[in-house]
């Protein structure tokens, strides 16, 4: 079946870097866009990122931009966030997703902790 | 920038129909799709319903989803309302700038 994993979250210093990985399986991963989601504790959904299924096109919210960079190895069916200058408004957790027809996010994984404090 | 608004909460009895809105802030709602996703506590999200109207196998038809344009909103209409919906609903689309957007989400009680 689809499945998508995160790894790689965890307890950091403000100023610090992270980088979470998604593992994909059960579909052609090639195929799809793919989406960073994330979810501060208590809060709702804040879409991250976005990279399209060769990596050519890449999409960041303004609230990253600049300080995270998402990237996939298709051969390894795999997508990255690369997290720096982290903030303590960084905190939340994160969410790999996979993008159907462009528009929606279908499915989510289990989702992966990134906590940013001192 | 674009802002998606929802009612924070919503409350109904079994076997009711619910409708949780979502307007968009400017431009037209209805230039890009907007999708629905359900989240219980402690789990991931999962779409109830995309592209403005459309169910994922797998969904009751008691969800459906619609466009105002006259509103610059859309819906989400549950029917026959059962304890297992209770839970968070969050709409969601892009904007202009292919920048992703959700709703703040809407708590719905079922009491």
């Known amino acids: 079946q689809v499945q998508l994993v995160e790894s790689g979250g965890g307890l950091v210093k403000p100023g610090g870097s992270l980088r979470l990985s998604c593992a994909a399986s059960?579909?052609?991963?090639?195929?799809?866009?793919m989406s960073w989601i994330r979810q501060a504790p208590g809060k709702g959904l804040e879409w991250v990122s976005y990279?399209?299924?060769?990596?050519?096109?890449?999409y960041y919210a303004d609230s990253v931009k600049g300080r995270f960079t998402i990237s996939r190895d298709n051969a390894k069916n795999s997508l990255y966030l690369q997290m720096n200058s982290l903030r303590a408004e960084d905190t939340a957790v994160y969410y790999c997703?996979?993008?159907?027809?462009?528009?929606?996010?279908?499915?989510w994984g289990q989702g992966t902790l990134v906590t940013v404090s001192s | 920038n674009f802002m998606l608004t929802q009612p924070h909460s919503v409350s109904e009895s079994p076997g009711k129909t619910v409708t949780i809105s979502c307007t968009g802030s400017s431009g037209s709602i209805a230039s890009n799709y907007v999708q629905w996703y359900q989240q219980r506590p402690g789990s991931a999200p999962t779409t109830v319903i995309y592209e403005d109207n459309q169910r994922p196998s797998g969904v009751p038809d008691r969800f459906s989803g619609s466009i105002d344009s006259s509103s610059n909103s859309a819906s989400l209409t549950i029917s026959g309302l059962k304890t297992e919906d209770e839970a968070d609903y969050y709409c969601?689309?892009?904007?202009?700038?292919?920048?992703?957007?959700f709703g703040g989400g809407t708590k719905l009680t079922v009491l």
């Open positions: 997703a996979r993008e159907r027809s462009g528009s929606w996010f279908d499915p």
């Open positions: 990279i399209s299924s060769s990596g050519s096109t890449i």
């Open positions: 059960g579909f052609t991963f090639s195929d799809y866009y």
């Open positions: 969601q689309s892009y904007d202009s700038s292919n920048q992703g957007v």
